[in-house]
């Protein structure tokens, strides 16, 4: 990288650090100092220090206050994705969920690579009771070939199948089980996100393990190898089998 984008990668990152920041003084319940310490940068407010104080006031629950300092941020750069986003998770707080979506979106289209982004949209979407909305959309930038938000679209829809097969497993309903999994790899190989596919063929192994198909467990141990011959756990089975 030359040393002009190295420090262009810097200063988009800013908003980052301030929210970082701010996490950790909330963790500490401590919120006051965060505010002594951003007061300091009022003189000379950037995108970013106008973030920081929006998320302050998100954290604080005085979303008046956030929606203004956001707005602020944004007035002064439209790429401030941080921004756009609490923005949209404050609307999706008061129930204007049509706006609360604009704004979520407009956070994915500057920057498609962020889960946090899109996962605050399936919620929205949740909280809306259009969950089919979400893998709509995830379909149509399958077709449209939009590599990179078809990526993270699909690395957030495998994840909320994950958790609801997990809740399958914890009723002892193995078949379910299996076909939220099967469904977790079909996405992992429509976005073509070979690490991805590692766990799902490990656990996938484990689980026809458990109903008693060893022959079935074996090829999907032996499907992890193919992409990680490494991997001790899936070493481990296949030496047991044998």
Do not use: C
Not at 19 to 37: G, N, P, T, Y
Not at 223 to 236: F, G
């Amino acid at each position: 990288l030359s040393s002009s984008s190295a420090a262009s990668d810097v200063y988009k990152r800013q908003s980052y650090i301030f929210r970082a920041m701010l996490k950790a003084w909330k963790a500490m319940d401590d919120l006051s100092s965060a505010e002594k310490f951003l007061n300091n940068y009022q003189v000379s407010a950037s995108t970013h220090v106008w973030y920081a104080f929006g998320y302050l006031n998100y954290l604080k629950e005085d979303y008046p206050n956030a929606e203004k300092s956001f707005e602020r941020a944004i007035k002064i750069d439209s790429e401030n994705s941080l921004a756009w986003n609490n923005w949209g998770a404050i609307l999706s707080e008061k129930k204007q969920y049509t706006l609360a979506v604009k704004k979520v979106q407009r956070a994915i289209t500057v920057n498609p690579r962020e889960p946090i982004f899109v996962w605050n949209l399936h919620t929205i979407y949740k909280n809306m009771g259009e969950l089919d909305r979400f893998a709509n959309e995830y379909k149509n930038l399958l077709q449209r070939k939009s590599n990179q938000r078809a990526l993270t679209y699909g690395k957030v829809l495998a994840r909320v199948i994950r958790q609801k097969a997990f809740g399958f497993y914890s009723k002892g309903e193995l078949d379910n089980t299996i076909l939220g999994f099967d469904e977790m790899l079909k996405i992992y190989q429509e976005i073509e996100d070979i690490k991805g596919q590692v766990p799902v063929f490990f656990s996938l192994g484990l689980l026809h393990e458990e109903k008693g198909n060893i022959k079935k467990a074996q090829e999907y141990f032996a499907r992890v190898l193919s992409i990680n011959p490494n991997h001790i756990q899936a070493k481990d089975k296949i030496k047991t089998s044998n």
